[in-house]
């Protein structure tokens, strides 16, 4: 079997989350190409030290340009904090280095834009990611779509809502300041990802994007709290999106619901193994959304369990995208979500921003060159 060096950067919440898919991705699926844990980087040497030995790398530094110039390492993943990731990547592809990323893509449109340049430049495989898209149910959902299930689809709402900032006194934090860091640059990347997932791009959209506690115990905040947007897809399909991080009660409310000329669909990430189709057929006495509880028949689910209705979780999602990133280096083939992915979600937040601004429907460019 194959090996290639991954080098990480950043131990944190999603820097585990990739250690832990990197050691257990070449068991749950048998990849042809098996990742080595040979460095990490994190912002001490005591911390690096520390996820090292806790994760198995073969080696830490405090300086994420060591990673990247390593020759045993063959590939660079990237969780790190978002405005770190345009000078990393951008010095791995310099390197001639694969790059798997999180997502934003970059702090802001001109980084995401920079950051696919390079990317394509460099020949190199490249992904961001964008795990939710991944469960097994949501995949499911894409091949209905594919396969005209529901007939025409008409109109689409999506949501991605969380209550971690739902408290007026939760101290204000980094995550309260800095565009960046609001409830668009964090929470709506992931749903605005979906959206393109699922409906093809957007034509055109009208947003509001507000703060609704400005100032906390510790300070003002600085960036947005929640948004909606209303859509128009290039398909004539209308649909509506809403994020937010003060939607009390809501914990991973991940979900969407499509409509279409012969039936419906809904999902809801917190209930990850589920989906409920409706099929417009049949008596109207007995029509009614039945529920689909994922099993083996349900895309790359039996790769990690034989029981159908037995379940997936969050960290299986990560190991689907380390099986993706292997088969793109592997196989040379781009694999989605690239980086070009990516930066088709940072450009609808940057015109929601500018919608919002405004108070006007605004066109979405369509495959803009960085």
């Not at 460099?122 to 499911?140: C, D, E, K, L, W």
């Not at 565009?179 to 997932?197: E, F, Q, S, V, Y």
């Amino acid at each position: 079997m194959a090996e290639i060096g991954i080098g990480l950067v950043g131990g944190g919440y999603m820097g585990k989350a990739h250690a832990v898919a990197l050691s257990a991705v070449a068991a749950v699926f048998d990849t042809p190409l098996r990742p080595r844990l040979e460095v990490i980087a994190a912002t001490t040497e005591a911390s690096a030290a520390r996820y090292a030995t806790t994760y198995g790398f073969a080696r830490a530094t405090a300086d994420w340009r060591d990673l990247v110039a390593d020759p045993k390492v063959g590939a660079v993943v990237i969780a790190s904090p978002q405005e770190t990731h345009r000078e990393i990547a951008l010095a791995a592809f310099a390197a001639g280095k694969p790059v798997f990323c999180e997502k934003p893509l970059g702090a802001s449109l001109e980084d995401a834009q920079a950051m696919t340049l390079a990317a394509e430049a460099s020949g190199q495989a490249n992904m961001i990611g964008f795990n939710y898209v991944r469960t097994p149910a949501t995949q499911f959902v894409r091949q209905l779509l594919a396969d005209r299930v529901i007939g025409q689809v008409t109109w689409f709402r999506g949501e991605h809502t969380e209550d971690f900032l739902a408290d007026p006194q939760a101290p204000a934090t980094w995550r309260t300041r800095g565009r960046a860091n609001g409830c668009m640059g964090d929470l709506a990347p992931h749903p605005i990802n979906c959206m393109l997932a699922l409906m093809g791009p957007v034509a055109q959209l009208s947003a509001r994007i507000e703060t609704v506690h400005g100032q906390r115990p510790g300070g003002a905040v600085t960036n947005d709290d929640h948004g909606q947007l209303m859509l128009r897809f290039v398909s004539g399909a209308m649909g509506h999106l809403y994020v937010s991080r003060v939607a009390t009660g809501r914990k991973m409310g991940y979900a969407y619901e499509i409509h279409g000329t012969k039936g419906s669909i809904r999902f809801d990430q917190e209930d990850q193994n589920a989906l409920h189709l409706y099929r417009a057929e049949g008596p109207e006495a007995t029509r009614g959304f039945t529920r689909i509880l994922t099993g083996p028949a349900h895309p790359d689910f039996g790769a990690f369990c034989q029981g159908p209705g037995h379940g997936t979780g969050y960290q299986d999602q990560i190991i689907i995208e380390a099986r993706d990133f292997l088969q793109a280096i592997h196989s040379g083939q781009p694999v989605w979500p690239t980086f070009r992915d990516g930066l088709a979600v940072s450009q609808i937040i940057e015109t929601a921003f500018q919608a919002s601004d405004s108070g006007q429907w605004h066109p979405v460019p369509q495959g803009a060159t960085p």
